[in-house]
């Protein structure tokens, strides 16, 4: 099955930070660029931050801009999310996804091959 598997996530206190890793399974994601979303509860899916194809550009929602830092290496098949000075309302599900798209934006509308997630809490 098609599918990106995300790990990294845990409870941290404001300020700390947590690497999520999104790797593709059963294909290539190199083909793709990637987005990472997050989804707190009784909250739609947003938007976090999304890299080209060949990481050479990357996008980020206001809210994370100068805090999260996305990265992928091709050759590992594994996308990446540096998240630092969290805050409690980074938490979240986070997943990672392709999109399959020929013009990229914020919406998951665009964006196939999910995972299961990847749970982050911040509070003290």
């Known amino acids: 099955q098609e599918q990106f598997v995300e790990s990294g996530g845990g409870s941290v206190q404001p300020g700390g930070s947590l690497r999520l890793s999104c790797a593709a399974s059963?294909?290539?994601?190199?083909?793709?660029?990637v987005g990472w979303f997050r989804q707190a509860p009784g909250k739609d899916r947003e938007f976090v931050a999304r890299?080209?194809?060949?990481?050479?550009?990357?996008?980020?929602?206001?809210?994370?801009?100068?805090r999260f830092t996305i990265s992928r290496d091709n050759a590992k098949n594994t996308v990446y999310l540096q998240m630092n000075s969290l805050k409690p309302e980074d938490a979240a599900v986070y997943n990672c996804a392709a999109c399959t798209y020929y013009i990229c934006?914020?919406?998951?509308?665009?964006?196939?091959?999910w995972g299961q997630g990847t749970q982050v809490t911040v509070s003290s």
């Open positions: 934006s914020t919406s998951p509308n665009e964006y196939n091959y």
């Open positions: 059963g294909f290539s994601m190199e083909n793709y660029d």
């Open positions: 890299i080209s194809k060949s990481g050479s550009s990357t996008s980020y929602a206001d809210s994370v801009k100068g």
